[in-house]
């Protein structure tokens, strides 16, 4: 499967931002879809997760309540929608797939797209 982000940009603290993954491929829907993110000279890190049919999320604590993830299988499509953005928000968002394991480690994953920069200015 490729994966293709977008709708990252440059946003004020509070602001909102709209993170969307697009799948090649019509296995999508086999897939359990993550977001993670990657800050100059900081490892990369889990953001979120959804199941493969979206009953089951799940958010780093530090975006939990700011943020909601969602998918739509016929579509091929996972969103992250993030609200009252910060200035650690700050980083290049990726989205990844994953046949196996739905976890928070990057290696869990075995697709990734090619990521979208998030910038929030204070």
């Known amino acids: 499967v490729q994966l293709q982000a977008s709708g990252g940009g440059l946003v004020q603290a509070g602001g909102s931002l709209r993170l969307s993954c697009v799948a090649s491929?019509?296995?999508?829907?086999?897939?359990?879809m993550g977001w993670f993110r990657q800050a100059p000279g900081k490892e990369r890190e889990f953001v979120s997760s959804?199941?493969?049919?979206?009953?089951?999320?799940y958010y780093a604590d530090s975006v939990k309540g700011r943020s909601t993830i969602s998918r739509d299988n016929a579509k091929n499509t996972v969103t992250l929608q993030m609200n009252n953005l910060k200035p650690e928000d700050t980083a290049v968002y990726y989205c990844?797939?994953?046949?196996?394991?739905?976890?928070?480690?990057?290696?869990?994953?075995?697709?990734w797209g090619q990521g979208t920069q998030v910038t929030v200015s204070s």
């Open positions: 990844a797939a994953t046949t196996g394991a739905m976890g928070v480690s990057p290696s869990l994953y075995n697709y």
């Open positions: 491929g019509r296995t999508f829907g086999a897939y359990d």
């Open positions: 959804i199941s493969w049919n979206g009953r089951r999320t």
